[in-house]
């Protein structure tokens, strides 16, 4: 796939095995910081090289680069294991925090989503943990629309996180 330049000085390309480091840079942010991510404990530039091939293998997983910066990351995974899920995935995104609000996530959601179609993929699903405000309004943007709302299936910092569900047809 070739480079998305998006200005003069950031491009989306697909991610290797060496944006782990940076990709566990702003995604540890989340896992400590906020609810957004279910994971407890950071995770290893080894873990992440692992989940990078894994997904490669078969789907998409962008990366959004300023100055040969990663400033974010976008990536598919299947929906659920059984062969009748095939042509669903839930999408994720996540942006370094000095990245949120200048287009980025809109830019790198297109280039997944319009590869994903590519691929013959039908439904799209993104699941939020709420309240997120930022991730829905994107989602929204993108032509998601809510379809479930899971009360209190996470808890992490001592609260009970509920999980809302968006879809899309390709």
């Known amino acids: ?91 994720s995104i996540y942006l370094s925090p000095s990245s949120i609000s200048k287009g980025y996530g809109t830019s790198l959601y297109a280039n997944l989503i319009d590869q994903l179609a590519t691929l013959g993929v039908h439904a799209v699903i993104a699941g939020i943990a709420l309240p997120n405000e930022k991730s829905i309004k994107l989602h929204e943007k993108m032509g998601l629309k809510k379809v479930a709302h899971f009360e209190q299936v996470g808890f992490k910092n001592q609260q009970w996180i509920d999980v809302g569900y968006w879809q899309k047809m390709l």
């Open 1 to 91: 796939m070739e480079l998305k330049t998006i200005n003069s000085m950031s491009k989306i390309r697909p991610v290797n095995t060496e944006d782990a480091e940076a990709i566990c840079a702003i995604y540890n942010h989340y896992v400590q910081h906020t609810g957004i991510s279910f994971e407890e404990e950071d995770v290893t530039a080894f873990e992440m090289s692992r989940r990078i091939l894994d997904v490669t293998e078969t789907l998409p997983w962008m990366v959004i680069e300023n100055e040969g910066v990663v400033d974010g990351y976008a990536y598919a995974t299947k929906w659920r294991a059984r062969s009748a899920y095939r042509f669903s995935v839930e999408i």
